[in-house]
């Protein structure tokens, strides 16, 4: 895979290097986990934070938009 340069808002939670989607979806679902952002109600469910929000543009996104919502801050 390709690697791309995560946009200001992403590389604020991923790092500022170039990389392919497999390793950010990844290092997205590390921090997401990592700072207890899934729904407990439905954890298909992201609850985004102040860094996420800035990327999502929303308070709350599902796993599967999610990676449409990322691929518009990848270059």
């Not at 952002?37 to 929303?58: E, H, S, T």
């Not at 308070?59 to 518009?72: A, C, H, I, Q, R």
Request: proline share 7%.
């Amino acid at each position: 895979m390709k690697a791309l340069k995560p946009s200001p808002e992403l590389a604020a939670i991923i790092g500022p290097d170039a990389q392919p989607r497999t390793e950010v979806t990844k290092r997205l679902w590390d921090y997401i986990k990592q700072h207890n952002l899934q729904n407990p109600a439905n954890k298909r469910n992201i609850l985004c934070d102040g860094a996420l929000k800035a990327v999502m543009g929303k308070d709350e996104v599902t796993m599967f938009e999610m990676t449409g919502l990322v691929s518009k801050h990848m270059a």
